[in-house]
């Protein structure tokens, strides 16, 4: 038996209105999700722990079966090992967002959080952008490290675990009372303004109708992280297909193999195809037994506020991801079982991430049910299927 887990980042949401109340994976059309979930199991499932913060860290741990409240310490660290980022026990990484902030106003704090994806900045200018923060803000007790497009870090010798604020829950306000209390790191935050806003990419950039990438925004900071082997967790060898630094931390952490996809970006127009072909590879031809492809589209999409977009993400995941992978497994023979879910929803109206149960969608090859059911945030919480540990997923769909 084969598993596959295909997690669309922030896909569960709310009813929009314009939607004619509709959450968007319920209007999207998704032939291939509805039909798996006629011939396989829907709920709800429990992702994040009461008390911890609706993260794509937390969550993403959860659903490889690794409780949060025992593995996790941080966001940035599990992108610092995705980087190559060795950490010694004493360093604390914090994740460096370069976000948009609005440049009308005098004084920094009056500023407000545009865009905190810099409309999703390619790596390359991200680099040459970070590149001019190092030359003047690096020191030995602090360094920069290049991550992929707006996604970066930063690592604080002998540092400190402070409370910071994800850039995605300051969107459209003022940052004044969001800055970070730690003074060496506001006033380096406050300098990588004066660094980036007339720099000559983001003047290009303005030209053409982008968003500057014009401040550093620190956040997520924890220590080095200690996941145990996700094969000896559950005996199978597993694989990860992701853009994210994130996810890719979190892969080799766990003693996964990361499996690199040319052109997948984590943005709305990815290589979708790649990435199914790269799951069905894993599976048919390269010895794993388990793969798990995250698409993070639909989150960002969510947190641009763009009803239409979001749809959209929906309907590439179902269409270029869920559906043929489905086709490579049976075309190859193989018995699997899938696994279709959110990591957290990341509401239309909100912009940002909620700890609001999400639906799963269960489908065993060999097991062929007949429901009437359609995979969605309602229909899922009629089916009566609720899991109240988000951790014990992985556990469900291996059949432990």
């Known amino acids: 038996m084969k598993y596959v887990i295909i997690l669309g980042d922030g896909m569960a949401d709310r009813p929009i209105p314009e939607l004619q109340d509709k959450t968007p994976l319920e209007y999207a059309v998704t032939p291939n999700m509805d039909m798996l979930a006629k011939a396989g199991e829907i709920g709800m499932v429990h992702t994040i722990p009461d008390g911890m913060s609706p993260g794509s860290d937390t969550a993403n741990l959860s659903v490889l079966g690794y409780d949060p409240k025992v593995y996790y310490s941080g966001r940035s660290p599990l992108e610092a090992l995705s980087i190559g980022v060795d950490m010694k026990p004493t360093d604390v990484s914090l994740r460096c967002n370069i976000v948009t902030l609005s440049e009308e106003e005098n004084e920094y704090e009056g500023k407000k959080i545009i865009d905190h994806s810099s409309d999703e900045i390619p790596t390359a200018d991200a680099a040459l952008l970070l590149e001019s923060v190092k030359k003047e803000l690096e020191s030995d007790i602090y360094k920069f490290y290049v991550g992929t497009s707006y996604r970066h870090l930063l690592i604080w010798d002998q540092g400190e675990i402070v409370e910071l ?12 009372q969001y800055l970070p209390q730690d003074r060496a790191l506001r006033e380096m935050m406050e300098k990588s303004y004066q660094i980036l806003v007339n720099h000559p990419i983001n003047i290009e950039r303005k030209k053409k109708g982008l968003h500057p990438a014009n ?16 094969q000896e967790k559950t005996g199978l060898k597993g694989a990860m297909v992701s853009a994210v630094d994130l996810l890719k931390g979190i892969a080799v952490g766990a003693s996964m193999k990361n499996i690199f996809v040319e052109g997948a970006n984590g943005g709305l127009h990815t290589n979708y195809e790649g990435k199914a072909q790269a799951a069905v590879d894993a599976l048919t031809k390269e ?3 388990f793969v798990y492809v995250h698409v993070e589209a639909p989150d960002e ?13 929906i309907q590439f995941l179902d269409e270029k991801i869920i559906g043929p992978v489905k086709a490579g497994l049976e075309q190859a023979g ?15 109206c909100l912009r940002t991430h909620t700890g ?6 269960l489908y065993n090859s060999t097991l062929m049910q007949s429901n009437t059911w359609k995979y969605n945030e309602r229909e899922a919480a009629q089916s009566g299927h609720h899991i109240a540990k988000g951790y014990e997923m992985i556990d469900y769909l291996i059949g432990k």
């Open 165 to 176: 604020t994800p850039p995605h829950d300051v969107l459209g306000q003022a940052i004044g």
């Open 215 to 230: 401040s550093c925004w620190f956040w997520g900071a924890g220590t080095r992280p200690a996941l145990s082997s996700f």
């Open 287 to 289: 010895g794993c037994d």
């Open 301 to 313: 999409m969510g947190h641009q506020g763009s009803i239409e977009k979001k749809v959209q993400a």
């Open 334 to 348: 193989e018995e699997f079982c899938m696994l279709v879910m959110p990591d957290h929803p990341t509401p239309i």
């Open 356 to 361: 609001d149960d999400v639906p799963y969608l």
